[in-house]
């Protein structure tokens, strides 16, 4: 992780060819006006980098991961944490944490292994563009 990477704010990894997660990035950043959220796509060095800090970078992840200080969520519990960040009518899905961690990614881990094939597939990660280019860590 670069040195002059903002730590202070939480860091969403995505999958930067994926049309979902990707989308899931272009839902996020309108809902966060405040810009708390910084993102980098799992292949990038950053995020390679931080998989490897966190002692993730063996664990085959394809999907969402949140790092917010010392705290790493992936899956399921990434999404329901970054929704509960966001607040509001997100936080709606913060009663889903009481169900059981294997159901949920259950449901989560169909979704991501058919994602490419529902959602398609990109030939290199979203190129941020404007206001936004300084939150994306990879640039």
Same mark, same amino acid.
């Given at each position: 992780?670069?040195?002059?990477? +903002?730590?202070?704010? @939480? %860091?969403?990894?995505?999958?930067?060819?994926?049309?979902?997660?990707?989308?899931?990035? *272009?839902?996020?950043? @309108?809902?966060? @006006? !405040?810009?708390?959220?910084?993102?980098?796509?799992? *292949?990038?060095?950053?995020?390679?980098?931080?998989?490897?800090?966190?002692? /993730?970078?063996?664990?085959? /992840? !394809?999907?969402?991961? /949140?790092?917010?200080?010392?705290?790493?969520?992936?899956?399921?519990?990434?999404?329901? *944490? %970054?929704?509960?960040?966001?607040?509001? %009518?997100?936080? %709606?899905?913060?009663?889903? *944490?009481?169900? @059981?961690?294997?159901?949920?990614?259950?449901?989560?881990?169909?979704?991501?292994?058919?994602?490419?094939?529902?959602?398609?597939?990109?030939?290199?990660?979203?190129? +941020?563009?404007?206001?936004?280019?300084?939150?994306?860590?990879?640039?």
């Amino acid at each position: 992780m670069p040195e002059d990477s +903002p730590r202070e704010h @939480p %860091i969403v990894l995505f999958d930067g060819v994926c049309n979902l997660c990707s989308g899931f990035v *272009q839902f996020l950043l @309108p809902r966060d @006006p !405040d810009g708390k959220f910084r993102f980098a796509s799992l *292949q990038s060095d950053v995020g390679t980098a931080l998989l490897a800090e966190h002692g /993730l970078e063996d664990h085959g /992840l !394809d999907s969402v991961v /949140l790092i917010d200080g010392d705290d790493v969520y992936v899956k399921s519990a990434a999404v329901l *944490q %970054i929704a509960s960040m966001l607040g509001g %009518i997100y936080a %709606i899905a913060r009663p889903f *944490q009481y169900l @059981p961690r294997r159901l949920r990614d259950w449901g989560y881990d169909v979704v991501a292994a058919n994602r490419y094939r529902l959602f398609g597939k990109k030939e290199q990660c979203m190129l +941020p563009d404007g206001d936004v280019r300084s939150r994306f860590l990879d640039n």
